[in-house]
Structure formats: structure tokens, C-alpha cells
């Protein structure tokens, strides 16, 4: 096993960076929509092939095991790279979840189909009415047996008609608090009663789903980590995910395709326009170094606390605002999809601006991350 931790760190970023280089397909950087995966498969299969489809994954496991500072720096050179994202959710939440609460017969069948990529999931949290407020969810598992019987709908499922399992949020009590009463289940897709509807956006692709169980068969041995310990296990997974929805790559990126839009359009020396441009990169600077202040804590083993909310909720909005500012300063264009023809060459507008509309709300809506700010960081009155 190579121990990738000894190696110093400028050193481990140029060896990712080259591979990304030399073998990512070009035509798949910095996509304008979430891929596929027939379309990232050829891509996710060579990374496994290498050993690097799981860098946080401990090396027992079939991992890089990369401490927290190489992990870090191998999302970043990713997203340097433009690296597109691929169906993950095996990677980064079922298996690091299994990895620390679930059964030996549970690793043991999984962790291999996920590395393999035989098995490629999809996250079943959100409900009609029940999104960012889980823990409202309604879809009920009921005991029969050695089985749960599960119904229920999901929807905002990313990828779900590409996957082949799904991991659910489950109620499993009734009369306990809200929180109290979910579980966390392991479903096969092809299960009888599983049907996916995909969900198609203003921007003509299907990334989201709905998922409905009608009577769904479901082991009981697929629960993981106890009966009514769901909601523990989801606030670990949304806790991590939103360190990396605050990183500042994707305003660094939109701040780029702002300045040479503008560019294009001669507006380099407008004052309004360089007023405005001046304080968002202010912004996106200032996103860094809030950013670089949560990493730090990720690469000292630290758990991270409520307030890195303020990180996703810094970030979502500063991509939203350079999307709007883009969509300004193209004018009378800046309703057109697709490509547009300037004087000074051609311009992608509404690309931005349609990957920031939902920014905002997933990984946990920023009105509830402003609530979890209010109520866990600055302890104010409910």
C-alpha cells in the first residue's frame, strides 16, 4: 500500500494534478449540467482502477486513506481541473457511513460493489413539504417479519434513475419526537414498488427525481446503525457536506466568466459595472479565507460545528449574485440559452445562472441554515 500521508504536500498535489491532467477527458471539463453516468462512467472506472475512487476511505477498506490536509487537497485539484462530479454518494456518504456504523456482514457485502461500482446510489432525505426540514419526513417503515414494509415518496433525488440502491430517512416510530423516530434503511432500486419519475429543469436536464414506495419490501438487516438512530447519522453526513458546498472554487469560476464577459462586451471601464465586479471579488476573497478557516479544522481531525452553515450560506449567495450580475451585463441577450454571439466573441449567460438557482436550497435551504445559525451558534430565543 502506498502511504500517501508521508508524502509532503506540494509533492501529492503535482502527482494528482498530473493524472488529472494527462488522463481526465477534456471534453468533460467544467460541464455546464451534472453528467450522466454513462457519460462519467469510462472516467469513475479508470479512478477506481488506480485506487483513487475513495481518497477518504481508509486503506483497510479499499481507501487512499488520505488525512484530512491531503483529502483537501485533492478536492481542490479536482475542482482546479474542472473535474465533473460523478454519481458519489456510495463514496462519499454510504461508505464512510458503513465504515463506522455498520455491521461486519453489511461492509463486507457493500464496500467492494461500491468500489467496483457495481452499486451506484442515490439519496432518499427530501420530501414533498418535508425538504430541508427532515425532521418531518413522513415515509414510514412498518416491521413484518424480518422485513420493513416502507411507503412513502422522496423527490429532489439526484441521479436516481441512474442508481441502483438508495439510501432512505425513515420513520420507524410514530409517537416518538420527530427526531427521535427515524431510521436509516438500505434499499436495492429494483425492489417491487420502486418507481423513479425524473424531474425536468428550466434548463431542459433531468438531474432530480422523484422517488415513490409503494409497499416496499426492505430487510430489517439493512438498517444501519439502530432502530431510530437515522437522524444522528444524517446530521453527520449534512455537517461534512456543507464544507464542501462553501468551497469558493465555483465564485472563483463564475468571477472568471464574469471579467471576460464583460470583456467581450466592452464594460472593463464602465464604473457601475467595475463597482460592482470590485465588491463581489471582494466577496469571493472573503469566502476564501472563511472557507480556509473550516478546512483548517477539517485537517486538525476537528468535528465541525452549526456555524459552518454561515460557509454554505456565504457561498450559495455570492454564486448567485456574480450568475446575476451576469445575466446584467449581457443585456437584452440575457434571457437567451446557449451561446451568444458578441462583438467581442461568444458568451455562455444563462449557463451560470441556472446552476445558481438551486444552490440555495440544497444541502439544507439557507432560511434553515440561518435558523441553525440563530438557535445553535447564536443561541437566540425560538
Request: proline residues 5%; contains cysteine; negative net charge.
Amino acid at each position: 500500500m502506498h502511504d500517501w500521508n508521508a508524502m509532503d504536500i506540494e509533492a501529492f498535489r503535482a502527482e494528482v494534478r498530473s493524472f488529472f491532467q494527462q488522463n481526465y477527458p477534456e471534453h468533460l471539463r467544467y460541464p455546464k449540467r451534472r453528467l450522466r453516468w454513462d457519460e462519467i462512467r469510462e472516467w469513475t472506472l479508470k479512478l477506481a482502477a488506480r485506487g483513487w475512487l475513495a481518497p477518504s476511505w481508509p486503506q483497510r477498506h479499499g481507501g487512499m486513506g488520505l488525512a484530512p490536509d491531503k483529502l483537501i487537497a485533492f478536492i481542490e485539484e479536482q475542482e482546479r481541473h474542472g473535474v465533473a462530479r460523478a454519481p458519489d454518494m456510495g463514496i462519499t456518504m454510504v461508505g464512510p457511513l458503513l465504515i463506522q456504523n455498520g455491521t461486519d456482514a453489511q461492509r463486507e457485502h457493500y464496500l467492494p460493489r461500491i468500489l467496483s461500482c457495481r452499486d451506484i446510489w442515490c439519496q432518499g432525505y427530501s420530501e414533498p413539504d418535508s425538504g430541508s426540514d427532515l425532521a418531518s419526513l413522513r415515509t414510514e417503515a412498518v416491521p413484518d417479519g424480518d422485513d420493513f414494509i416502507v411507503n412513502g415518496q422522496k423527490i429532489w433525488t439526484t441521479l436516481a434513475q441512474d442508481a441502483t440502491h438508495i439510501f432512505l430517512l425513515v420513520r420507524t416510530d410514530k409517537d416518538a419526537k420527530k427526531q427521535e423516530g427515524i431510521s436509516f434503511l438500505l434499499a436495492d432500486m429494483k425492489t417491487p414498488g420502486i418507481r423513479v419519475r425524473p424531474i425536468r429543469n428550466i434548463a431542459g436536464a433531468e438531474d432530480f427525481c422523484e422517488v415513490f414506495l409503494d409497499n416496499v419490501r426492505v430487510p430489517r438487516a439493512n438498517i444501519v446503525g439502530g432502530l431510530n438512530k437515522g437522524w444522528t447519522i444524517a446530521k453527520a453526513l449534512l455537517g461534512f457536506e456543507r464544507i464542501f458546498l462553501g468551497s469558493p472554487k465555483q465564485s472563483q469560476y463564475a468571477l472568471s466568466r464574469v471579467h471576460a464577459a464583460a470583456r467581450k462586451l466592452g464594460l472593463l471601464d464602465d464604473p457601475v459595472f467595475t463597482a460592482n465586479f470590485t465588491q463581489l471579488s471582494l466577496d469571493v476573497a472573503d469566502l476564501g479565507t472563511l472557507y480556509a478557516r473550516f478546512v483548517e479544522q477539517v485537517k486538525r481531525g476537528e468535528a465541525l460545528g452549526p456555524d459552518v452553515s454561515m460557509l454554505k450560506v456565504f457561498a450559495t449567495e455570492t454564486y448567485s449574485r456574480l450568475a446575476n450580475l451576469l445575466v446584467e451585463i449581457a443585456g437584452t441577450s440575457g434571457g437567451m440559452a446557449g451561446d451568444i454571439e458578441t462583438d467581442g466573441g461568444t458568451i455562455d449567460v444563462l449557463t451560470t445562472f441556472y446552476n445558481a438557482r438551486p444552490a440555495t436550497i440544497y444541502g439544507g435551504s439557507n432560511e434553515i441554515q440561518r435558523n441553525i445559525l440563530a438557535s445553535a451558534v447564536l443561541q437566540l430565543p425560538g
